[in-house]
């Protein structure tokens, strides 16, 4: 059998009122710094010689602008069940959420990849809100009314810790285009410690 690592699994997400996370395929809201400080610095630091290890929905990879890419240090995986080939610019394409977690945590991949992040839709946060090795929810709240027709999944908020002043993070309220948020870090008390 192969050796598996235990690698902590990470969501990132930003939600609105009633936990809308997208319309018409794209972020309802404009919120640059907000996108900046999420995926493109938390995502990208890994220690000397590692790298994080993305995991994307179709969707989420094919509405997500060209210029975000490429991040330091990260490879990413597409899930689909109906690709047949790796989209541009990804480095793997995965049939379930399962086997990019295998991916990421057996060889040869298993010695390189630090942290799995989740950046969503639906389908894949609901995933890994299930998998034992999810330890935190990084969840910023918009504090705005937004038509939505995607949403994050049901998730007890009650069941997490709230981790206050969590390193790194902006504490307080934000505002940024007029639009008030609040970027927070839950622990997931249900989760096995990574
Ligand atoms: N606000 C936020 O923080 C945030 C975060 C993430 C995404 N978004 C937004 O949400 C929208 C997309 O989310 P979405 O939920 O509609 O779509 P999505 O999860 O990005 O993509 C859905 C597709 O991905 C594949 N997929 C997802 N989970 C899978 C799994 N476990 N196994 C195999 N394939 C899987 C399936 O492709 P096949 O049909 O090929 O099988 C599915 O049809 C975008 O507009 C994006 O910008 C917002």
Not at 5 to 13: E, H, N
Not at 41 to 64: E, I
Not at 92 to 112: G, I, T
Request: hydrophobic share 40%.
């Amino acid at each position: 059998m192969e050796t598996v690592q235990r690698k902590p699994i990470r969501l990132i997400v930003a939600v609105c009122n009633g936990n809308g996370i997208a319309k018409d395929g794209q972020l309802p809201w404009n919120l640059p710094s907000e996108f900046q400080f999420f995926l493109k610095t938390l995502t990208t630091v890994s220690r000397p010689g590692k790298m994080n290890f993305l995991v994307w929905g179709k969707r989420t990879w094919q509405s997500h602008p060209e210029t975000t890419l490429p991040l330091a240090n990260t490879l990413h995986v597409v899930l689909s069940t109906e690709l047949k080939t790796v989209p541009d610019h990804a480095h793997f394409l995965s049939q379930d959420f399962e086997s990019a977690v295998r991916l990421a945590s057996q060889p040869p991949l298993a010695d390189l990849i630090e942290t799995i992040w989740i950046i969503g839709g639906t389908q894949v946060f609901e995933d890994a809100l299930k998998h034992p090795w999810c330890d935190l929810v990084y969840l910023t709240d918009v504090m705005a009314d937004f038509e939505c027709d995607v949403f994050f999944p049901a998730f007890d908020r009650g069941l997490c810790k709230l981790l206050e002043n969590f390193p790194g993070v902006p504490s307080g309220i934000q505002e940024e285009n007029g639009i008030k948020y609040k970027c927070q870090v839950f622990k997931r008390e249900t989760g096995d410690t990574v």
